[in-house]
């Protein structure tokens, strides 16, 4: 469970860019994050892993407090917490192994993950993710020789590896095309409804949210404006609460 409470970013320069978010997201949840350029997605996001520190509030993960957590304690809790990024965030020249196997470090002593010391039951969580994102035959290639979705597909990889049951995805398929787009966000599903992970994804594209969600939060100048159901996400409400422009990004353009 993921838990907002009276949560506030505000930036060096006074931009608020969260205002006072309350939210629980339960555990098992598709939630996609929608609302235009600016309006607070990727810091509502990064908030979640304390990539981005908050200014006032509190966010808890399964009832522990992130935000207060100490160094050690931060990198527990973030063991159950993977996150998956626009540009793939992969050491590019290193194998799909490698990249993916990385994925166990928050669960080994910094000299053992300085020397990449695994176990073989680390390895064989590899060979498991990679069948489960369809590149078991991948697994020795260097990243950079695979396509845009299959770097984004060892990207999902790492986070089963790494055993999070919390999945955030920024922007996942932004620079994807359409076909790729949807083969990754059938993925995440599967990831969420196979192995009940709590998904929670930015998204451009409302037709993607409306497909893929069992919840939508619409965020505008940093506010929850729309929190609902698939369902609920009319064309009517969106424009109400974001105008039309809203409508003409559900291309998935950035």
Known sequence: MIQFENVTKT???GVKGLKNINLTINDGEFVSVIGLSGAGKSTLLRSINRLNEITEGNINIDGASITKANKRDLR??????GMIFQHFNL???SSVQKNIISGRLGYYSTLKSIFGIFSKEDYALVNDALGRVGLADKLHSRSDELSGGQQQRVSIARTLVQQASIILADEPVASLDPITTQK??????KINQELNHTVVINLHSVDLAREFSSRIIGLRDGEVVFDGTAAEATDEVLT????ADILKQTEGVA
Not at 76 to 81: D, H, L, T
């Open 91 to 93: 050491v590019k020249k």
């Open 76 to 81: 527990r809790i973030r063991r159950n917490i």
């Open 11 to 13: 930036y060096n320069n």
């Open 240 to 243: 109400s609460i974001y105008g």
């Open 184 to 189: 990754i966000m059938k993925d995440l599903k």
